[in-house]
């Protein structure tokens, strides 16, 4: 059983920046980012499988880069220009199969972390 913990929250102006963590307690080959406003369902931000393939959401696209710390089994993910949309509960999760181009459909991932509050205020 993997263990994810993200890091990283917290309230930014709109336009502003924030960069997320998430500490992985072992080796996954796929990893990705996903989100959860509320009232609405958890959509799918950004995905990264190891060698560096990497997707990301439409809404994000130019706005937000996902990266990794292979060493360290860290994801990161660095969000500019931050909207009020951008703001809901930020969960990292990750999977121990290679999927090229890496899903952002919450259905492949196995783990999943508790999340981290992502507020922007306008």
């Known amino acids: 059983q993997v263990q994810l913990v993200e890091s990283g929250g917290g309230s930014v102006q709109h336009g502003g920046s924030l960069r997320l963590s998430c500490a992985a307690s072992a080796y996954t080959k796929t990893m990705a980012w996903f989100r959860q406003a509320p009232g609405k369902e958890r959509e799918g931000v950004a995905a990264i499988a190891k060698g560096g393939s990497t997707q990301y959401a439409d809404v994000v696209k130019g706005r937000c880069t996902i990266s990794q710390d292979n060493g360290k089994n860290t994801l990161f993910l660095q969000m500019n220009s931050l909207e009020t949309g951008d703001a809901g509960m930020y969960y990292c999760?990750?999977?121990?199969?290679?999927?090229?181009?890496?899903?952002?459909?919450?259905?492949?991932?196995?783990?999943w972390g508790q999340g981290a509050q992502v507020a922007v205020s306008s």
């Open positions: 999760a990750a999977d121990d199969s290679r999927c090229i181009p890496p899903p952002i459909g919450q259905g492949w991932y196995h783990y």
